[in-house]
T-cell receptor, first 112, second 109 residues
Framework: DAGITQSPRHKVTETGTPVTLRCHQT?????MYWYRQDPGHGLRLIHY???????DKGEVSDGYSVSRSKTEDFLLTLESATSSQTSVYFC???????????FGEGSRLTVL | AQRVTQPEKLLSVFKGAPVELKCNYS??????LFWYVQYSRQRLQLLLR??SRESIKGFTADLNKGETSFHLKKPFAQEEDSAMYYC???????????FGQGTELSVKP
């Protein structure tokens, strides 16, 4: 199985504070993704990366930025957290050319 | 535009009853479709991929290009099947997957 870990797994923060979520993979997969999961919306893509320093926006990228300085790490940053960003965030890696994704265990973020 | 629609937010059945979770898509070309499952507060896991035409945990899904559907079926539901189910479709470019809104399956004893 592909190895992928997310940190922190749980975080409570206040509106206006910066937050960074980390996704770390132990294999050399090129594509990495950040999704958010919300009731009634399913999973929505925030940003994705197709290589070191190569990133692009997804469908709900406003208020988020990402960085990928190493193959194994993909960081998601909320520059100034808002209550609407309270969600569960999932990182994923693409493990087949057909598009199959392997997901991390999720990071639950609460913005008060 | 590519789109995945799961019309049911919640599907509740009794143990032993047949289950069908609906998925409709819009896509130009031959789609590679997936079903993912998420058990309570766990990571999403791949359940089925269209291309392999396999059966996992008794679930099957057939691609119907005429109806643009990829419904997930199981003849006899079990309580352990209770979970969130997501249908997913790759974008044309970028190796991205788009997901439906998800259907929560509840199997009652």
């Amino acid at each position: 199985d592909a190895g992928i870990t997310q940190s922190p797994r749980h975080k409570v923060t206040e509106t206006g504070t910066p937050v960074t979520l980390r996704c770390h993979q132990t294999e050399n997969h090129r594509y990495m993704y950040w999704y958010r999961q919300d009731p009634g919306h399913g999973l929505r893509l925030i940003h994705y990366s197709y290589g070191v320093k190569d990133t692009d926006k997804g469908e709900v990228s406003d208020g988020y930025s990402v960085s990928r300085s190493k193959t194994e790490d993909f960081l998601l940053t909320l520059e100034s957290a808002t209550s609407s960003q309270t969600s569960v965030y999932f990182c994923a890696i693409r493990v087949t050319s057909a598009g199959e994704l392997f997901f991390g265990e999720g990071s639950r973020l609460t913005v008060l | 535009a590519q789109r995945v629609t799961q019309p049911e937010k919640l599907l509740s059945v009794f143990k032993g009853a047949p289950v069908e979770l609906k998925c409709n898509y819009s896509y130009s070309g031959s789609p590679e479709l997936f079903w993912y499952v998420q058990y309570s507060r766990q990571r999403l896991q791949l359940l089925l991929r269209h291309i392999s035409r396999e059966s996992i945990k008794g679930f099957t899904a057939d691609l119907n290009k005429g109806e643009t559907s990829f419904h997930l079926k199981k003849p006899f539901a079990q309580e352990e099947d209770s979970a969130m189910y997501y249908c997913a479709l790759p974008y044309n470019q970028g190796g991205k997957l788009i997901f439906g809104q998800g259907t929560e399956l509840s199997v009652k004893p």
